[in-house]
């Protein structure tokens, strides 16, 4: 038997803890359970970089009746069929790069007695009771439902026939807990992410009384689980199971020379979020265990706006996708397409983008560009030279923005993405401004110190890069004669101890992909809606001059400008990845007038410019063929 203060044992190391949910075993990996499960290992491997100790934690759930009916149908036995399946995520979690430190089965003989330990302790301390129970059962969820929470009767999760059980069963006290669970998440802002899925547990939390959850199933409705120890006429309820896993596996699967609890992070889909900040909470709460550090529930993927479903037959297999492309490109399209927590729509088309522009023609073409440079004028060889310039200061600055925790712990890691690409372009532009093929001619002492610059800017890249792209990283690394140099928290700085270093060419990192016509011809055709005169005269053009532009920080897309349209009016634009703020002043442009004000990061937006997209993403900003008055109107 184990009790309270047997579970937090305590130590003087606090080690960094990282989980994905157990996925399903019966479930084929999708695109979902590879962005879980890559977030995971995108900040375990920055937190290593960083020096931490790390235990990252993944795995798979096991019991319950949908492992058992599709077991019977094949004629196997419930373990012999999840041993088959388990192989499906091992399989893909080594092609995607994980680098998770142990992988959990909920059929693991350790796990199994740390449960019963965990529920006998929990009886025996009054939380878990015996009554007779009513209610509406959904078996695909395996989840009690009351009548309000159906929708037209039916499941309100999966949209499945539910039935109606009556039948004695076991039952944790989660009532007692609401209060306490309530004052938890108001006092710790971070502890659900982001701020709206705390909204919506708070709001759960407060409208309505918590009920009691239900543990136990009979084992004559559901054989193929854990026995209850203090009833074996009773199973386990799979989720009392399987959140269990993160900490039954410290016990058995990590390193003892750490403390590792609490978890700081639980990474989870936003559809098992009651599950982890309700159940698991007040679990937690009942054990007196700490609670999680944070519990962050990312959105969903979707295709063309509908969820993925094997019915609608529009899932995406990562491996397939992995397979087209390669690994870093589709874990770089994960990350940079969407904010981490907001529902992102896949397509093929738009990965091929970010494949083409920001692989292809922003990192892959700077990498190219100085190995070739450096093999030319330099016989490959860098010496450091540490001097400053406007350059490196800014290099430095992006350095201490990119290198900042707080945005890793809260997983903003496609505003990382973009901070690491204004690096990128800062390069690219410092190589086209100091021109080294002319400095070769014309000053050629300065050409070692060009280049030493953009050999430690794109040394720095590949560092900041190493967690979203490994395999990238290491390319890299090697060219830039850096394999006897560990990757670790001593470089991620501007000035390093280094001696001269050979830089070798690679082959080009990622060559251009054209945009298949069937994939174009693929896109859902959107059919122009008309609208009448009247609608359109209510639009008011104007033309503008621009008086001062300039980038809004943190962001790379974002131009604050100041237009004279008769009257001074502020725009924020999103096309600063086409143009510079000095390319844009004294241009004169179209002005959507009567528009709304709206803010953008936190920046009032006084009107809209006009600007053409093509179908490559380029954006060209609407100016005019001959000379106009300021704030003439367009008609």
């Known amino acids: 038997m184990i009790n309270s203060q047997q579970i937090l044992e305590k130590d003087s190391l606090k080690g960094f803890y990282i989980t994905t949910p157990i996925y399903y075993v019966n479930d084929i990996p999708h695109i979902g359970h590879a962005y879980t499960t890559v977030a995971a290992d995108i900040l375990a491997r920055y937190k290593r970089l960083k020096g931490r100790k790390v235990f990252f934690l993944t795995g798979t759930d096991e019991h319950g009746q949908k492992v058992e009916q599709a077991a019977k149908k094949h004629g196997r036995h419930p373990k012999e069929h999840a041993d088959l399946m388990v192989n499906n995520f091992k399989n893909l979690w080594k092609r995607l790069n994980i680098s998770n430190d142990a992988f959990i089965r909920t059929t693991d003989e350790e796990h199994k007695r740390i449960v019963q330990e965990i529920i006998q302790l929990l009886y025996d301390k009054g939380e878990i009771v015996k009554r007779k129970y009513c209610g509406m059962y959904c078996t695909p969820c395996e989840r009690f439902w009351t009548e309000k929470d159906l929708i037209d009767g039916k499941c309100p999760d999966c949209g499945r026939e539910v039935e109606c059980i009556e039948e004695e069963n076991y039952f944790f006290l989660m009532s007692k807990y609401q209060n306490s669970l309530i004052e938890h998440i108001e006092n710790n802002p971070l502890y659900i992410l ?128 992995v397979q087209k492309y390669g690994v870093d490109v589709f874990r770089y399209f994960l990350f940079r397409e969407v904010s981490f927590g907001l529902d992102g729509d896949f397509s093929e088309e738009a990965l091929l983008r970010r494949l083409n522009n920001d692989l292809a023609n922003d990192l892959g073409n700077l990498v190219n560009r100085f190995l070739v440079m450096c093999d030319k004028y330099t016989a490959g060889i860098i010496k450091p030279i540490w001097r400053d310039d406007n350059f490196t200061l800014k290099i430095k600055e992006l350095i201490d923005e990119i290198d900042n925790e707080s945005l890793w ?73 850096l394999n006897s140099k560990s990757a670790d928290l001593s470089m991620l700085k501007w000035q390093i101890e280094i001696e001269d270093v050979n830089t070798e060419k690679i082959e080009q990192l990622f060559p251009r992909v054209e945009i298949p016509t069937k994939i174009k011809e693929n896109k859902e055709e959107k059919v122009d809606e008309l609208i009448g005169i009247e609608d359109f005269m209510k639009i008011k053009l104007k033309v503008g001059k621009v008086i001062e532009a300039e980038r809004i920080k943190g962001s790379k ?6 237009v004279d349209v008769g009257e001074l009016r502020q725009i924020v634009a999103g096309i600063g990845e086409q143009y510079s703020p000095e390319e844009l002043v004294g241009r004169k442009i179209v002005v959507l007038y009567n528009l709304k004000p709206a803010k953008l990061m936190g920046v009032e937006s006084q009107g809209m410019l006009l600007a053409a997209t093509d179908e490559n993403g380029k954006i060209s900003v609407l100016t005019l063929d001959r000379e106009v008055n300021t704030g003439a109107g367009i008609k």
């Not at 009920?211 to 386990?236: A, M, Q, V």
């Not at 599950?275 to 959105?299: D, K, R």
């Not at 690096?423 to 070769?440: D, F, G, Q, R, V």
């Open 194 to 321: 982001p701020e709206t899925r705390k909204n919506e547990v708070l709001g759960f939390l407060k409208t309505r009384p918590l009920g009691d959850l239900c543990i136990s199933r009979p084992k004559h409705r559901l054989e193929w689980g854990i026995p209850l120890p203090f009833d074996t006429n009773y199973t386990t309820y799979v989720w009392f199971d399987a959140l269990v896993n993160y900490y039954s596996a410290l016990k058995y699967l990590s390193p003892k020379d750490t403390n590792w609890w609490p978890p700081d992070h639980h990474l989870i889909g936003k559809d098992i979020l009651t599950t982890h900040a309700v159940y698991w909470s007040t679990m937690l709460m009942a054990l007196e265990l700490p609670l999680p550090q944070n519990i962050f529930a990312h959105g969903w993927w979707t295709v063309k706006g509908a969820k993925m479903s094997k019915s609608f037959g529009n899932v995406v297999n990562p491996e397939e996708v």
């Open 409 to 481: 712990d809260e997983f903003k890691l496609n505003l990382i993405l973009e901070k690491i690409w204004e690096i990128i372009s800062h390069t690219n532009n410092y190589i086209a401004k100091k021109e080294p093929w002319k400095l070769a001619k014309e000053n050629p002492v300065e050409v070692p110190y060009v280049l030493f610059n953009v050999w430690n800017a794109i040394r720095l890249i590949s560092l900041f890069i190493y967690p979203f792209m490994p395999e990238t990283f290491s390319k890299i690394w090697t060219a830039l004669g």
């Open 557 to 562: 897309k974002l131009i604050k400008i100041k």
